[in-house]
């Protein structure tokens, strides 16, 4: 099996509670996360707004069991990282993680494209892009929306 990938580059640092809104995201569903915050290792409980934490320049990461890319993926890292004012906000899953049904690669490939163009007119970005890893490079990529 391969891994997944979707990636938000360029977006702002209020736009990752935007995302999470959009992607159902749970607190209650987290299964670790890790965060670096005044020389020590925090969870995401310990963390009062991302606006804070990204402060500074930083990376963190969730391990979450699910979440809606217009199919249920579970067991999902996301990884956030952001400089003093753009970051990149990527999620990795398994291909074996995606919603367990009857549906063809290309009709789950089309739901995910039709949810993140929902979001495309609410968040910042420079783009957004769904494939293989690395989804960064143009061979793996299944879904690239750019912000023109």
């Excluded at 494939?131 to 990529?141: F, R, V």
């Amino acid at each position: 099996m391969e891994n997944l990938e979707l990636i938000f580059e360029d977006i702002r640092v209020r736009d990752i509670d935007t995302i999470f809104k959009f992607l159902k995201f749970d607190e209650h569903n987290i299964k670790n996360s890790h965060f670096f915050l005044d020389n020590a290792d925090v969870e995401y409980a310990d963390i009062s707004s991302f606006t804070n934490y990204f402060k500074t320049s930083g990376t963190c990461n969730i391990l979450i069991s699910r979440l809606d890319l217009g199919i249920e993926v579970t067991d999902v890292l996301i990884i956030i990282s952001f400089d003093e004012v753009f970051g990149d906000m990527t999620l990795n899953f398994s291909e074996a993680n995606w919603e367990k049904n009857d549906l063809t690669e290309e009709k789950k490939i089309e739901l995910v494209k039709e949810k993140l163009k929902q979001i495309t007119n609410e968040i910042n970005y420079k783009s957004i892009i769904f494939g293989y890893e690395p989804a960064d490079e143009e061979n793996m990529q299944l879904i690239n929306i750019e912000n023109k």
